[in-house]
T-cell receptor
Framework: NAGVTQTPKFQVLKTGQSMTLQCAQDMNHEYMSWYRQDPGMGLRLIHYSVGAGITDQGEVPNGYNVSRSTTEDFPLRLLSAAPSQTSVYFC???????????????FGQGTRLTVV | AQSVTQLDSQVPVFEEAPVELRCNYSSSVSVYLFWYVQYPNQGLQLLLKYLSGSTLVKGINGFEAEFNKSQTSFHLRKPSVHISDTAEYFCAVRKAAGNKLTFGGGTRVLVKP
């Protein structure tokens, strides 16, 4: 059981380049989300999905796109990278319904992105 | 919308001393509360959670937290810390009927020998 897997772990981009951060989970979780972590600001929600084919914006969505074609995968796309997107990105998944107390989110190991 | 405030950004503490990390939240509806720990260069790991029932919850690694509804607080405590507890700790809240997690800014704990 791998949990939540993020790739790559590290990435350096030039301003204006595009890339996709991959996230996959094998727990059959309906709910998946992307956060960015910046010093002193905790984790801020970028986008989330409550199931395949359904996505919505979080707190800081500008500059990012997502799609959810399968339950397992939830990639995050940066269309034109900017230095302000230098951050650590975390993908998380959880059950949508909380029966049995399954309320917590499981996190990937993170992707450290630097935009120069 | 809910919000979370962690009152201390950094907490230095000596080994074997107690530690308390403070967390206050605001929400107009029922919420679930969580504490996560992040060790250096790793993802977040659940320490403990409060859903309902007893206001004192125990988690992994000897941590416990107390839910105080009147003060809208969920402070984390450990009676005796180890060097290995050096990490960043995040308080988080989600609506009982929702999925989105809202995080506090984090508290960095540095355990000194």
């Amino acid at each position: 059981n791998a949990g939540v897997t993020q790739t790559p772990k590290f990435q350096v981009l030039k301003t204006g380049q595009s890339m996709t951060l991959q996230c996959a989970q094998d727990m059959n979780h309906e709910y998946m989300s992307w956060y960015r972590q910046d010093p002193g600001m905790g984790l801020r929600l970028i986008h989330y999905s409550v199931g395949a084919g359904i996505t919505d914006q979080g707190e800081v969505p500008n500059g990012y796109n997502v799609s959810r074609s399968t339950t397992e995968d939830f990639p995050l796309r940066l269309l034109s990278a900017a230095p302000s997107q230098t951050s650590v990105y975390f993908c998380a998944s959880s059950y949508r319904r909380t029966a049995g107390g399954n309320t917590e989110a499981f996190f990937g190991q993170g992707t450290r992105l630097t935009v120069v | 919308a809910q919000s979370v405030t962690q009152l201390d950004s950094q907490v230095p503490v000596f080994e074997e001393a107690p530690v308390e990390l403070r967390c206050n939240y605001s929400s107009s509806v029922s919420v679930y509360l969580f504490w996560y720990v992040q060790y250096p260069n790793q993802g977040l790991q659940l320490l403990l959670k409060y859903l309902s029932g007893s206001t004192l919850v125990k988690g992994i690694n000897g941590f416990e937290a107390e839910f105080n509804k009147s003060q809208t607080s969920f402070h984390l405590r450990k009676p005796s810390v180890h060097i290995s507890d050096t990490a960043e700790y995040f308080c988080a809240v989600r609506k009982a009927a929702g999925n989105k997690l809202t995080f506090g800014g984090g508290t960095r704990v540095l355990v000194k020998p």
